[in-house]
């Protein structure tokens, strides 16, 4: 049997619940997207279709989405499509949920500070020792003098930090009076 993989680009409108099953922990919440096109005859951009979809998250994945992604978050999903079917007093019912194997921040509408989860060592057989990753012995991959580029002075961070607000705020100002290429 084939399965439909899907990648979906929108918001999340849910916050994520996650619970604890008797086959392991599930996160589940819903994500909203809305085309946004161009449309010469308003010389703007307007909100085209929207699709909404459920989504769910097994195993490692359920934990750090959990964790990590709450309600409004711009997120990236990717998974495999099916439909839900139940009955209900209305008659049979359905909806699209995705079964998602990735999900991350779209970072083309901000930043996020990632953070590698820590795994419970496992013992492996000696002949099929993976290549050890430096990052993981606290190595690095390069012979630098370890100095930072460039140190925050906490007194100033703040200032900067709502400069560079200001900055975002203009640069995004900017581009959006700038129209998009019309699709053909």
């Given at each position: ?30 994500v909203a997207s ?95 020792e993976p290549p ?53």
């Open positions: 049997m084939s399965t439909t993989e899907i990648t979906v680009t929108g918001n999340v409108v849910t916050s994520p619940t996650r619970n604890r099953t008797q086959h392991g922990s599930v996160t589940n919440f819903r809305t085309e946004r096109r161009y449309d010469s005859s308003v010389q703007g951009f307007v909100d085209g279709a929207r699709f909404f979809v459920d989504v769910e998250c097994w195993g490692e994945l359920s934990g750090n989405v959990s964790h990590s992604v709450s309600k409004g978050d711009p997120v990236i999903v990717r998974g495999t499509l099916r439909t839900d079917e139940w009955d209900s007093e209305q008659g049979r019912r359905s909806r699209p949920k995705v079964r998602a194997a990735a999900v991350g921040f779209d970072l083309s509408r901000g930043t996020a500070d990632f953070r590698k989860t820590q795994r419970a060592a496992t013992a492996t057989p000696q002949g099929d050890a990753d430096p990052a993981d012995a606290g190595e690095r991959d390069y012979t630098g003098a370890g100095v930072p580029l460039y140190e925050l002075d906490p007194d100033s961070s703040a200032a900067d930090g709502a400069l560079d607000s200001a900055f975002d705020d203009t640069l995004d100002t900017a581009l959006h009076v700038l129209p998009e290429p019309a699709l053909q």
